[in-house]
């Protein structure tokens, strides 16, 4: 899975001919280990439809302020470079996919 970073938002995000789900997260954050797996079959599952991306927020600190991300774990869901939906917390896989269905 490509990690988002400060020097590849504009390709990835801005740029993107399909919604992008970002999984904004950290490796001390226990939530976010139980969340990565579901995030990871999403990111196969729907490679077609979507892009999948991760943001460790520690080493992309600019990224999280940006955004306003408070919590981790955060999906962001961004489509035609904007951000069209935010899940945050543990959630289960079918929330997921039904938020990211919701914008295809």
Known sequence: MTELTQDN??????KSNKPVLVD?????????KLIASTVE??????????????SNVDENPD???????????????F??????SRIIGVNSKEAIEAKINSVL
């Open 9 to 14: 938002f504009e390709k990835e995000i801005l």
């Open 24 to 32: 904004f997260w950290a490796p001390w954050c226990m939530p976010c």
């Open 41 to 54: 079959k999403l990111a196969v599952e729907m490679k077609d439809r979507v892009s999948v991306l991760k």
């Open 63 to 77: 990224i999280a302020t940006e955004l306003s991300i408070m919590n981790i774990p955060t999906l962001v869901l």
């Open 79 to 84: 489509k035609d470079g904007k951000e069209v």
